[in-house]
Structure formats: C-alpha cells, structure tokens
C-alpha cells in the first residue's frame, strides 16, 4: 500500500487490505463475465458481497447506520475496487453522491424516509438524474446558470409536480430513489435550481430500455428517463433555502469529478498490472520483454502516468478534508481542482490502457486478457460529468476570471 504514501490512514489500510482480499477472490474470477452478465445476478451478487465489507455505508450518516468516511478514504475505495473493476465502483458510489444535498441541508424526511434502505445489509441502486437529451454539459456548465435545465418543478399545494426527461443517468430503471436535477423557473438562474428525491414508484416516472453501451455494459445501467406530471412531497426537495440547491448542485460535480479520477486510477493500475505481468512471461531475443529497453521506457511512463495521477486525486481529496484552507467542494477553485485531477487522471487512463495493449499484442486485444475492458470501461469516464472540454473550462474558470461566453 506504499503507493498511496502517507495519504491513508491505519484505517484505510485495513479496509483497503479487506477490498483487495475480495477483489482477488470475488471479482477478478468473474471480471468478464460481469461484461455480459444481463440479467445482473452476478452484478448484484458483487455489490452486496462489498456491502458486507461496509463499502455500501460509507459516507452515508451515523445515525442511520453509515460510516464517516474522509474524502481520501471513499476515493481511495473507489480506486481499489476499480481496478478490478470500475463500473462496480461506479454504481457503488452512487448512494452518497445521491444523498449529499439532502445530508447537507439536514433534510430529516428525506432522511428518515428515502436513506435508511441504503444502511441495510444489501447494496440498494439510486440514480443522480442531471443529463437532459438537449445537452449534459449545458446543465453543468457554470456559465449556463442553470438556465439550460428543461425540466421543470411546479409547486401545487405540498408537493412538487415534475415534468421533464433525462439521459443516460447511471442507476435509470433500476434504482430505487431518483435525485432528479429541476428548475422552477430558468429566469431565476442558480436560484432556480431544484434537487428533488422522487421515489422510484412513483406514478408518472418511467424509463426506456437499458442503453447498449460500449464499456460498463452491465455493472452500470444507463437509461432515458420520463417524468410526466411526477408528484412527491415539497419536503423532497433536498432544499428550500434559497440557493443551496445550487450550491449542492455544485458540490455533487466536484465530488463526482473527484470519485471519477480514482475510478480511472484504479482502472489504469489494473491495465499495468497485466501489462507488467505478460511482459515479464513473454520473451524477445532471449530476454523478458519487459528487459528491453523500449519496453521498459512504455511500462515506466504508465508508471509515471499512475503515479502522478493518484498522487493529483489524493492531493485534491485531501484539500477536500480541509474545508477551512482551501474552501468549500463547491467553490470554482476546487471545483477547479477535482475537474484537473479527472482530466489528467482519464486522459492518462485511456493512453495507459491503450499502451498495455500493445505491449500484450494481439492477446491484450482478447477478452481474456481484460486490457480491452479496461479499456472500454474507462473512455466513459473521460466522457462522463462534462467531459474534458468542459472540465478544462472549469479548471480555466476556477484559477482565472474567465469571460462568460453565454
Ligand atoms: C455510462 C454513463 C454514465 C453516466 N452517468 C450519469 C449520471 O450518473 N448522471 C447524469 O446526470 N448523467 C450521466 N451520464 C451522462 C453524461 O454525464 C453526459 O453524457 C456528459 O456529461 C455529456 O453530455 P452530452 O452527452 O449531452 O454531451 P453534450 O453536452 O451535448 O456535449 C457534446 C460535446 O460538446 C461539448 N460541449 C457541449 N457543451 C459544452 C459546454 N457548455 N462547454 C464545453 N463543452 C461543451 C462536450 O464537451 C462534448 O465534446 C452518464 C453517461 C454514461 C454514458
């Protein structure tokens, strides 16, 4: 665990020791088979097998049973369960990432009603709906105000009626709890950003069929969404306070971009790994082919790649930690900081899974090598949350004033 340097804690270390012991035995002789697993039982039976490790509780509060987990921790979680498999980490991020603004803004009926299956023995699905089918990065970027979001939430009485659709959210159909990304009115801008929990019985929400998808085929399920005069109670709006769904709003991108580099981490390690072992199996001109010195100057810049990366998401994370320093998860600066450690962290992913399968040949091109779903897996990841063009804009945004373009 050296790699992680003085970054973890004892803790850390014990739960990291626990992950990789049911990576080894529970994931990695299943990888593939997770690829094509349909009907998702051996999906789920992965999600509930980390849930009695705990993983499903972490950043969910004490009281109803979670676990405090410091933003290094949940990352460096993410990360190790990623590099078996990083659609699993995915999915098992989703919960706390769901259930933040409600935790934020001390939402007790949320809480009590919608949380506590999400304490439970077994790993329940939520689903955080932002993209719309007119655009993902418009909803996100900053520039936009929150006057690009189409669906919209009328209060009639005591509750919330909704009417709208997203795209793509991971958790769409098969989730129990949606935190659906709304606006009352696009005129108020930032203050008309509303982040309302919508059950997943409720009448007038549906879904499409499950996307195709090139990479997390299964371990992460994408579907259009509907809400078609969707009611549910006003206390279901994480927030009434004006504004603080904005800034919840704001928190979930960093938090989700932060998660998002320790995915790729966690995928890049796995796609070296095999690398390092094929090369050291496979011989050239009598020597190991990870002996020659082409192949030993490929396998160290994947290694600088990983290193640098991990060290960029566990340096942002930290800063996480440290709120009175260096401000909140939601500012443009760190928000700065999370979409910098995503970017550089994917964009070394996708070259590192790309440079392992060269290096095994047509083999690494076989399934039964996993480079090639490493490699699918972690291209959504470069795509997803704004992608990185939107990712550098907000990095530009964060470290210098940038001229709003809308
Ligand atoms: C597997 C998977 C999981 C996903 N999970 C979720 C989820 O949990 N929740 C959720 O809400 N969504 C989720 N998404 C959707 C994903 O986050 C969006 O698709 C993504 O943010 C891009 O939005 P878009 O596809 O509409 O592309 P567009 O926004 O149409 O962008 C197209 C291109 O234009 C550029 N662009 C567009 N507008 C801007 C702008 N304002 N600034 C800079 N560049 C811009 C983009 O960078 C991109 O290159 C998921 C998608 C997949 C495939």
Redesign the pocket.
Known sequence: MKEYADFITEEDRMMIASIRDFVKEEILPIRQQLDEDEDRRLVHGVLDGLASLGMHKRGLPEALGGMRASAISLTVGYEEVSRADCGIAMTLSVPPWVFGPAMRSHNERVMQELCPQYCGDTFVEAC????EPE????I??AEYRGKAIHTRARLDGDEWVINGA?Q???GASVADVYLVTCTTDPELAEEGIALIYVPADTPGLSFSKPEN?MG?RFT?V?ASIYLDDVRVPKDYRASMEPGKDHQSFRNFLSWGRLSSAAFAVGAAQGALDIALEFTGQRYYDGKQVRQHGLQAAMLADMMIGVESARFYYLTVASMFNNRKVYGSPYSDAQIASASGAKIYACDMAVRVCNMAMELTGSYGYMKDYHIEKYLRDCK?IQ?????G??GR?DVARGRYEMVPYV
Do not use: V
């Open positions: 955080q709906a932002m993209t655009g993902g990065c418009n996100e970027s997203k793509f959210p991971s998808k997390m992460d994408n959504i795509l997803w949350e704004g992608g063009q939107l804009i």
